[in-house]
């Protein structure tokens, strides 16, 4: 039975270390940040917001200009990321966002304004475009959900190339080596990771998520699908599991002693954080186990991800063909022509021979 609508109050968020402002509508909890750990603070925001909330309610939706950004956020943090597949990359879009955008109105945003924020960060193109999509995302959310009259465009920097990193067999063999001289914990589970990224080029999260009842060893297959069926649109594939994996994952199955627990873990606890960069910050992949085991093996600008685009360049190489390699990636084919045609002994070679007999 849903709880009935109350009142707003103020409930204490550990994790945040700050105050929360909650009610609930329809039976539907919603919550924002008071942006302190101060009680007195936090009360004088409680009845702020509870004024606003009353004129909210006689006029429907605020113009942006009397909405902040700050608030913005918070209904999308509190009501949209618990219901993704990655809460917590939202969330820390949301943490580097604040400081900079918190006390801003929605309708001041402006294309200089976001430009600034780009030079303040002093972070990676791809990283202030992914924190200016989910302000983009939010402001599109708190127009949808009636707090807003209307949304405002953000201004995101312009896309980068994408990164052409990948390992050769050499610099593959040495981050494996690396990830099992590590220390004890992680050689437990670091170079089972490098190995099914390597053989199979699923994505880092895929890997991390992945449970024994998804890898049939008597079958021969892996399946990197969510247990959930929702679907994304990040591809994830079923595939035949390479037979130099199987060995790996058999020996880890036998020591794990369990068929539903998670393929990767640290003494039976599973892995959110491989270490590599991409949680946290992406702009440095140093930092943890992943991006320690680079270091020891003398690599740069290795990522997590690097193992997948290893993958799917070594098949290009081997003469693979793309709709295969899109197949195996759970690529569009769009997108595996892009990544890897570059790569493949025979690129363009069909195109040529077709307009050369054209011409004869």
């Known amino acids: 039975m849903p709880r009935p609508n109350t009142g707003a109050s103020l409930k204490w968020n550990k994790k945040r270390g700050k105050h929360y402002i909650v009610w609930y509508v329809q039976g539907r909890e919603h919550s924002r940040s008071t942006g302190t750990a101060d009680i007195g603070t936090a009360e004088g925001e409680l009845a702020k917001f509870i004024r606003d909330r009353q004129d909210g309610q006689r006029q429907g939706p605020r113009d942006p200009g009397l909405v902040s950004i700050a608030e913005v956020l918070d209904l999308y943090g509190a009501q949209h990321a618990p219901t993704t597949q990655d809460p917590e990359r939202i969330g820390f879009a949301i943490d580097a966002l604040l400081p900079f955008w918190g006390t801003t109105m929605v309708g001041h945003i402006t294309k200089g304004g976001c430009e600034r924020y ?46 052409d990193r990948w390992l050769t067999v050499n610099e593959a063999a040495r981050l494996l080596n ?51 069926g929702k679907r994304t649109k990040k591809g994830r594939a079923r595939i035949p599991i390479p037979r130099q994996l199987a060995t790996f994952l058999k020996l880890a199955k036998r020591r794990a002693g369990s068929d539903i627990g998670f393929v990767i873990t640290d003494a039976g606890r599973p892995i959110k954080d491989i270490g590599g960069g991409w949680y946290g910050d992406p702009d440095k992949p140093g930092n943890g186990s992943f991006g320690n085991a680079c270091k020891r093996a003398g690599l740069d600008n ?30 569009s084919d769009a997108r595996t022509t892009e990544l ?21």
């Open 302 to 331: 290795v990522t997590p991800h690097t193992m997948r685009h290893t993958c799917g360049t070594w098949m290009a190489q081997k003469g693979v063909s793309l709709f295969h390699i899109g197949g195996w990636l759970g690529h």
């Open 340 to 360: 890897y045609a570059h790569h493949h002994p025979d690129y363009q070679e069909e195109a040529l021979a077709s307009i050369n007999n054209k011409r004869r």
């Open 178 to 228: 690396a990830a099992r001289t590590g220390r004890s914990d992680v050689r437990m589970y670091l170079p089972l990771f490098v190995l099914i990224g390597l053989y199979t080029g699923a994505r880092h999260e895929a890997i991390l998520s992945l449970r024994w009842p998804q890898v049939d060893l008597k079958g021969g297959k892996i399946n990197f699908a969510r247990e959930d």
């Open 118 to 163: 780009a030079r303040q960060r002093g972070r990676a193109v791809a990283t202030v475009r992914r924190e200016l999509t989910a302000l983009r995302a939010a402001i599109n959310y708190a127009h949808n959900d009636g707090l807003i009259a209307r949304p405002v465009p953000v201004t995101l920097p312009e896309k980068p190339d994408g990164k």
